[in-house]
């Protein structure tokens, strides 16, 4: 099994979601996260007085699957998210050792 | 409240001695009649007395609250509701007798302790020779005194403890606003016998605020981190909710300041529209000027500062007079908040003193000018345009010095009592957890 985490602009969610649901992916979590990574922030303006925010509002995506379709999903989230413009986002895939699924006891792939 | 004379008070035995007059003529049984109030009037002055206490909660305290930092926005608006509601409490008890007493000097009044001498026959002149009732004039004027109050925590947000904020107000209302409105606004006051114009309280109202604002600002202190940490607005919605009920209650403090419901009242209706209109327009225009985007918070601190602009002016202008006199405000204005403010490095955390203290003094000589004749206003070009610009420069100085002084010695006692601050600390985490023990969001 592997953990996927891809961080993405949030307007691609839509998107990243219905591609994975196409790809075969039973479910993901996604959370509001703030970051930077080449894309540098932007300036605000409040009478004046001016903030440069260094941190650009981002979603992370989380979301585990099976080894045979990890390849698969990394692709499909590149595909879906993609914009050809700085700050896309990048993807990491990482193991996992144990699943299970609380309601039926079902471990690993199966839980899936 | 443009030229007040004095308060006539006809009692109970008075009206009861009518009808025996009655008997020796009809005329005399109108004289008595003229002295009933028309109920048009009273009707739209307590219409409008209802419309300055929607900008004050939730206009006041939606604005100043949005321009706060998530953690401080309960405080900021408590504090408004909470120093409004001391300023009501105050006014009948002794304010309304120090400012518009029935006897008095050129600076204060006396004599109506509890509103002792009032009852539902008494009535307040107008500037004709119509009354309204005085339980109206006296709830009118109770809300301008509580907005004035309301309006200087804006340079105290964020760091004052609620304790010292209550006493200040009360201090302050005592030895700065209640003086100030019988200088300005009571006949036989001092400014007021020297022919100073002030519709609806440039003067009273925000060169008195903001000045007071910058000097509490000073001797309170900045808050921890300023300037060196980002504080920017929490929700800029809410505040551009609040401008807009500032805006829509502004018709009652201007319009309203005619205590009449006549063709006077109607053209500080529509200054009171376009002076605005202009002000937050050429706000944005300001900050395009200066290489910036045009701003969701410039086109409400343009409103507000055009607002202001305009009170004193507003039953005192032509249409077109307002809108240059809105224009000039919010240029001023901008330069005061984006450039001086921070060279003279006082924390005015909301703007206090450069929105309505400098929109104040611009609207307040300004009106000496919009007034004349030739520029289209209702002055008829008896006092020269010269000396009536100085008799404004006059009364401007005398608020900004009275106000200054008053509010050096009231914001002094509240921090000796109170110790004025709360501790870093609780500044860190925020006042509405350590001064009120609640959050004002909950997700």
């Known amino acids: ?112 | 409240m443009r030229l007040l004379t004095k308060i006539s008070v006809f009692t109970v035995a008075a009206l009861a001695a009518a009808p025996a007059w009655a008997q020796n003529g009809v005329e005399a049984a109108e004289e008595v009649a003229a002295a009933v109030p028309n109920p048009g009037n009273n009707a739209w002055m307590m219409t409008a007395t209802i419309l300055v206490l929607l900008m004050i909660l939730p206009g006041l305290a939606l604005f100043y609250g949005g321009l706060t930092r998530t953690k401080n926005m309960l405080s900021t608006m408590t504090q408004i509701g909470a120093v409004s509601a001391l300023a009501m409490i105050i006014w009948v008890v002794y304010g309304y007798s120090t400012a518009f007493g029935p006897e008095g000097n050129a600076f204060f009044s006396w004599g109506n302790l509890f509103l002792a001498q009032t009852t539902t026959d008494s009535t307040a002149a107008t500037f004709s020779d119509e009354v309204i009732s005085e339980y109206v004039f006296i709830s009118f004027q109770m809300t301008f005194a509580a907005i004035t109050a309301a309006l200087v925590l804006g340079a105290l947000v964020e760091r004052v403890k609620f304790a010292a904020v209550m006493l200040f107000t009360a201090i302050w209302l005592t030895i700065v606003y209640f003086p100030i409105a019988h200088m300005v606004w009571a006949g036989g006051g001092y400014l007021f016998e020297m022919g100073a114009l002030d519709f609806a309280g440039g003067t009273v109202v925000h060169i008195n605020a903001g000045v007071s604002a910058l000097v509490a600002a000073m001797i309170f202190g900045k808050r921890t981190g300023y300037p060196k940490e980002p504080m920017p607005p929490h929700s800029l919605t809410m505040t551009m909710i609040g401008t807009g009920l500032l805006w829509v209650g502004w018709f009652g403090f201007n319009a309203g300041s005619e205590l009449e419901a006549d063709g006077t009242a109607g053209l500080a209706m529509i200054n009171t529209f376009v002076a605005t209109a202009s002000a937050g327009l050429f706000w944005m225009l300001t900050e395009a000027v200066n290489g910036k985007k045009a701003s969701a918070l410039g086109l409400c601190s343009g409103i507000i500062a055009g607002l202001v602009a305009v009170t004193p002016a507003a039953g005192n202008s032509g249409p077109f007079g307002a809108i240059c006199l809105g224009a000039v405000a919010s240029i001023v204005c901008y330069y005061a908040v984006a450039f001086l403010k921070p060279k003279l490095g006082y924390d005015d955390s909301l703007d206090a003193f450069g929105i309505h203290g400098i929109g104040g003094m611009i609207g307040a000589i300004g009106t000496g000018i919009v007034y004349q004749p030739m520029f289209g206003g209702p002055g008829d070009g008896s006092v020269a345009m010269g000396a009536q610009v100085w008799i404004q420069i006059v009364a401007v100085v005398v608020a900004i010095v009275w106000a200054a002084v008053g509010t050096a010695i009231a914001a002094t006692i509240a921090k000796l009592v109170t110790g004025g601050r709360v501790s870093e600390d609780a500044e860190r985490e925020g006042l509405d957890l350590a001064e009120h023990g609640e959050r004002a969001y909950n997700y």
């Open chain 1, 1 to 112: 099994m592997k953990l996927i985490i891809a961080i993405i602009k949030p307007f691609k969610l839509d998107e990243v979601r219905e591609a994975l649901s196409e790809a075969g992916v039973q479910g993901m979590t996604a959370i509001e996260v703030k970051g930077f990574g080449r894309q540098k922030g932007q300036t605000e303006v409040y009478r004046g007085a001016e903030y440069a925010t260094n941190m650009v509002p981002k979603i992370r995506i989380e979301t585990v699957v099976s080894d045979d379709l990890a390849p698969r999903v990394v692709e499909t989230i590149a595909a879906a998210a993609n914009t050809d413009s700085i700050g896309d986002g990048k993807i990491f895939t990482l193991d996992v050792g144990a699943a299970l699924r609380i309601r039926t006891g079902e471990t690993d792939d199966t839980a899936l």
